[in-house]
């Protein structure tokens, strides 16, 4: 197997990717022997996977008390000290590090890799030093910010680019955020400082989607937009990927569009939930039922739609343990193969789904929004509501509402928008697109649309593990580059 490093792990979409490319024999191509993350949570979720990989590839199949851990029959902790996954969890533990890389650290993350590698040459480095510092959110807010320019995060790709002058992998792979494109220093533009620093060392830069073969790249080529490639979401992403000069590489070919995937190929096979409600953790169903009643009868006092019946409806749980529903799927469409990725080897209970509470008008917000969405899936403006309905905070009154985009319905006949890593503070933006559910997303439905299988599994409290699902690469973007990593070093055909 090809080892992988992966640095700045996050939850490990990235490395999930590598980790699921099989040869024609069926062996895995890839071994991720080092992930180094400095987050706790991050590095729990992401050290479960690392021991969920070795527990799922035992002989006799996964361990009975890992069985029960997945079916929720008992906790963690009662899992995790029980002797027969405790091989795994070492294994599991020397692979994923809790640790901050700067450079003031680098004699110890070098000592680490140096021990992951054991001497081995043909290896690949993945992974994307953060963002924040350059993603235009982060420039935006900090335009008059005098330390912005000298904010360490701009310059963390430095310990990336000293790693691959230290230990010299045949490719890596870098992922950013398109921020990075424009960003500028005092010394002019970052991106154009990252190009040459990462060519200096021996290295040639590749797109993903843009052949080498047009000639030079424009930094623009360099960005891969999700929804292209069987992505239900628009993310668009810089990924570069190196390759070693004197390991004299093909260059890798570029993806291969595919017909879009939809929010509905994403999320609609997942257990239905009702929303909580803010202040009252243990609303009844019929409490919550008088709020829809409540968001129906403001519903039909709009003229311009035909309307149904308030639906009865089923009684719907605010958390949900029973399993998706699982579709029969043609893997051979862009729709099935997602299906298929997203259920392969699903454990007997949908883990992470489970409803946020909101206040009363947001829900009835949430309700009427997603009935309001139009035939051709356009989510409604906050403004077009009646003015009861406006949020009362702010200037709605304005020419510019800045906050009117803030309520989105992610609708069902098309991708989503991005999924960011704030997304837990950010519920008006991720409403649920079935009315009768009043909500915005769980865990689970981001993760699904950020394409993460449904058994992997997100620990830490709910913000961190919206903060993981957000900030990760698709797990089936970061597979179907790896396919062709693989392809290079000669290791699939
Ligand atoms: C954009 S996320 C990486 C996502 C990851 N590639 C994936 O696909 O899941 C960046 C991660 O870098 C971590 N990080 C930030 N600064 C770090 C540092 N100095 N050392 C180690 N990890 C760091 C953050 O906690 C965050 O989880």
């Excluded at 994403?266 to 019929?286: E, H, N, Q, V």
């Excluded at 009362?392 to 006949?413: L, M």
Aim: proline letters at 7%; one cysteine or more; charged letters at 25%.
């Amino acid at each position: 197997m090809i080892p992988v490093v992966d640095i700045f792990a996050g939850p490990g979409g990235l490395n999930e990717g590598f980790s699921s490319v099989r040869d024609y024999s069926g062996n895995r191509v890839f071994n991720t022997v080092l992930s180094i993350e400095m987050e706790t949570a991050a590095v729990k979720t992401l050290t479960l996977r690392a021991a969920h990989r070795i527990l799922s590839g035992c002989a006799n199949g996964q361990p009975e008390v890992y069985k029960k851990f997945l079916a929720k029959e008992i906790t963690y902790q009662e899992m995790r000290v029980a002797p027969e996954v405790a091989e795994a969890f070492a294994h599991a533990e020397d692979e994923v590090r809790q640790f901050e890389l700067s450079e003031e650290s680098r004699p110890d993350s070098d000592r680490m890799i140096r021990h992951a590698l054991q001497g081995q040459s043909d290896w690949v480095l993945i992974g994307g030093p953060p963002c924040q510092a350059y993603s235009l959110a982060g420039r935006s807010r900090r335009k008059h910010d005098e330390t912005f320019k000298d904010d360490h995060k701009h310059f963390l790709y430095k310990e990336y680019l000293h790693i691959i002058e230290e230990f010299r992998p045949s490719i890596f792979v870098m992922e950013n955020v398109k921020g990075m494109l424009s960003s500028k220093n005092g010394d002019g533009k970052i991106f154009e400082l990252i190009e040459a620093d990462l060519r200096a060392p021996g290295y040639d830069l590749h797109s993903m989607v843009v052949s080498s073969d047009t000639g030079a790249l424009i930094p623009s080529a360099f960005i891969i937009k999700s929804e292209q490639f069987g992505i239900p979401q628009k993310r668009h992403r810089v990924i570069i990927v190196g390759l070693r000069r004197d390991a004299q590489l093909p260059a890798p070919k570029v993806l291969q569009p595919t017909a879009p995937v939809t929010v509905r190929d994403s999320i609609s096979s997942l257990p239905r939930l009702r929303s909580g409600i803010s202040r009252k953790p243990k609303a009844t169903w019929d409490e919550w039922t008088a709020v829809r009643q409540q968001a129906h009868v403001c519903l039909r006092r709009l003229p311009r739609k035909e309307l149904a019946e308030f639906p009865s409806g089923s009684h719907l749980q605010t958390v949900s343990v029973s399993r998706p529903s699982i579709e029969s799927v043609d893997p051979t469409t862009a729709a099935g193969e997602l299906q298929a990725w997203l259920q392969a080897d699903a454990p007997p209970v949908t883990w992470n789904h489970e409803a946020r509470g909101h206040m009363v008008e947001d829900l009835v917000r949430y309700y009427l929004l997603a009935a309001l969405v139009t035939e051709d899936g356009v989510s409604p403006k906050v403004r077009s509501l009646p003015a009861a309905h406006w949020p009362k905070h702010g200037n709605i009154n304005n020419v510019v509402v800045p906050f009117e985009d803030r309520f989105r319905v992610q609708v069902w006949n098309k991708p989503s928008s991005t999924v960011v890593s704030h997304i837990a503070k950010d519920g008006h933006y991720y409403i649920h697109p079935d009315p009768e559910q009043m909500r915005s997303l769980t865990v689970r439905e981001a993760a699904r649309l950020q394409t993460f299988p449904d058994n992997y599994i997100f620990l830490g409290n709910r913000t961190q593990q919206f903060t993981q699902v957000g900030n990760a690469v698709p797990p089936l973007l970061a597979a179907k580059i790896a396919e062709r990593v693989a392809v290079i070093l000669g290791a699939y055909a």
